[in-house]
Nanobody
Framework: QVQLVESGGGLVQAGGSLRLSCTAS????????LGWFRQAPGKEREFVAA????????YYTESVKARFAISRDNSKNTVYLQMNSLKPEDTAIYYC?????????????????WGQGTQVTVSS
């Protein structure tokens, strides 16, 4: 069983930056496609970013392009989300997800691996 643990959330002023981390247990991290999602109060969970198992391609939702960057460090079993120029509308619980099998897409299913989430609050 793979466990994902997010960290790095917090309270930041608009225009500020945060870096989220998600560390996975297990030995097959290098074969996982990885993603970040978020859920704001009263809204559905939405896709934010994803990175392929090989790390050669990243995908972003339109609202975070040029502000957020996803990366991975397989030596640390960790995926990162660098968030710059944060806006109040970025306030949400952020979740990381992992999908096994040399995944290179942006769809993550409930049966995939998910973290417990970390709160990001951006004040205006």
């Amino acid at each position: 069983q793979v466990q994902l643990v997010e960290s790095g959330g917090g309270l930041v002023q608009a225009g500020g930056s945060l870096r989220l981390s998600c560390t996975a247990s297990g030995r097959a991290f290098g074969t996982y496609g990885l993603g970040w999602f978020r859920q704001a109060p009263g809204k559905e969970r939405e896709f934010v970013a994803a990175i392929t198992w090989s790390g050669d391609r990243a995908y972003y939702t339109e609202s975070v392009k040029a502000r957020f960057a996803i990366s991975r460090d397989n030596s640390k079993n960790t995926v990162y989300l660098q968030m710059n120029s944060l806006k109040p509308e970025d306030t949400a619980i952020y979740y990381c997800a992992a999908r096994a099998g040399y995944y290179s897409g942006t769809y993550f299913l409930p049966d995939d691996y998910w973290g417990q989430g970390t709160q990001v609050t951006v004040s205006s």
